[in-house]
């Protein structure tokens, strides 16, 4: 083999090498009552706020009309900013008629890939308000799952949920886990214990998440509640939250988006 074929070769493998992604971002956004209500400006406000993340996890997508059809406008837009993405949707949560939503996941598709399109976890339905979503995703020949949750609100027990939840995790999914959503309670608390003992950790901490309907002193920041927990085969690179506020003059301007920060989290696999 001459030296300049041999050379060409390792250039060659070297680009494969380098082009392959080795980390992942996600992020985790309640987007209140995301469907009709939101505008195509403030849809293009969202696109560019996630549109450096590979994989969005979306909680309360509206059921009803107009739910589905934000998720495919939103992903419409991102496609039109320079990188190709996909969608899913949940099926409507029917634990309790009273808070039915949908979860979503968008993401970008160059690296990242599904072959399946997720499912409710109807077997915790009985324990729960709205189940979680669970979707498989794939980088390259790695798995790892996502599980989307919206939990009831802080003053009807979202514990139980988090508990059953737990044991659901802990006795069926194998593969490495991510666990993203509105948990409506902080990372300390003791509903995380069994997650905790078994080396699952949250992103961030002691960070408030919910939006004030008021501004002063330039705090409109209120709740810890948002987060992504990641287990043990997983290795944190980076994690916060995107404030998208910054002043109390846009409080307003950003509540029209949602009540919520998206929280997020760059990961890699521990191996």
Known sequence: MSKKLLFLIVLFCQSILFSQKKDIQLVSWNIRDFGKTKSREELNQIADIVKHTDILAIQEVV??????????????????????????????????????????????????????????????????????FLLDFYLGQKKFSILNFHSRPYNKNPQDEVKAIS????????????????????EKDDAFKALRKEG????????????????????????????????????????????FVKFCDNLEMARKLSDHLPVYLVFSFDN
């Open 63 to 132: 059921a009803g009309f107009g739910g589905a059809q934000a998720v495919a406008k939103l992903t419409d837009i991102l496609n039109r900013k320079g990188s190709k993405w996909d969608y899913v949707i949940s099926a409507p949560t029917h634990s309790s008629k009273f808070v039915t939503e949908r979860y979503a996941f968008i993401w970008k598709t160059k690296h990242i890939k599904i072959k399946n399109r997720g499912r409710l976890i109807a077997e915790i339905d009985a324990t729960v308000d709205r189940e979680p």
């Open 200 to 243: 699952y950790t949250p992103s961030i901490f002691d960070k408030k998440t919910t939006l004030k309907t008021s501004c002063k002193n330039n705090i409109y920041v209120n709740h810890a509640i948002d987060n992504i927990y990641y287990s043990k085969e997983l290795l944190k690179i980076n994690s916060g939250i995107i404030d």
């Open 167 to 186: 044991k659901y995790v802990l006795n069926s999914i194998q593969s490495p886990l991510v666990i993203a959503g509105d948990f409506n309670m902080c």
